[in-house]
């Protein structure tokens, strides 16, 4: 399924206080303080982040085009694959310390964090994020337009 008909019969997990979709976007704002984390370099757990989630199974790619307003140090958006509140991954484009960031959160149990700097302004973003078998494979499309 391409588009944005793969999010037919998707569900919020912990809903936006404003959205919308059309057959263009899906667009919204994000309350307050809100986040995915659990125990490790903080010693905090969040689980308060909104997500738009679609049941899969099996070997699949996700593939997201989006923009954001970052303001704030932290504020993200991109992609999450969720099993449950104590494992899943998220991937997006974050600030932190006034940079853009590809940024991964892995949780198993507790939260483990690596980011690679895109530069001071993000912009558009694409976001691809594949399952083969046990492995998650994350990539952004660089200035060059290849992926990586």
């Given at each position: ?7 037919d ?34 010693g ?36 999450m ?68």
């Amino acid at each position: 399924m391409t588009g944005l008909a793969a999010l037919d019969g998707a569900e919020w997990l912990n809903p936006p206080p404003a959205w919308d979709r059309t057959a263009e976007a899906l667009t919204l704002e994000t309350g307050e303080r809100t986040d995915f984390w659990r125990d490790t370099l903080y010693g905090f757990r969040r689980d308060s982040g909104h997500a738009f989630m679609v049941p899969v199974e099996g070997d699949f790619t996700a593939h997201v085009a989006f923009d954001g307003a970052y303001e704030a140090l932290y504020d993200q958006a991109g992609l999450m694959l969720r099993r449950d509140e104590g494992h899943w991954i998220k991937a997006g484009i974050e600030l932190s310390d006034g940079v853009a960031n590809l940024s991964v959160v892995v949780t198993r149990g507790a939260s483990d964090w690596s980011t690679l700097a895109l530069g001071p302004t993000p912009g558009p973003q694409r976001l691809r994020v594949t399952r083969l078998g046990g492995a998650v494979v994350i990539q952004v499309r660089n200035d060059a337009n290849r992926w990586q």
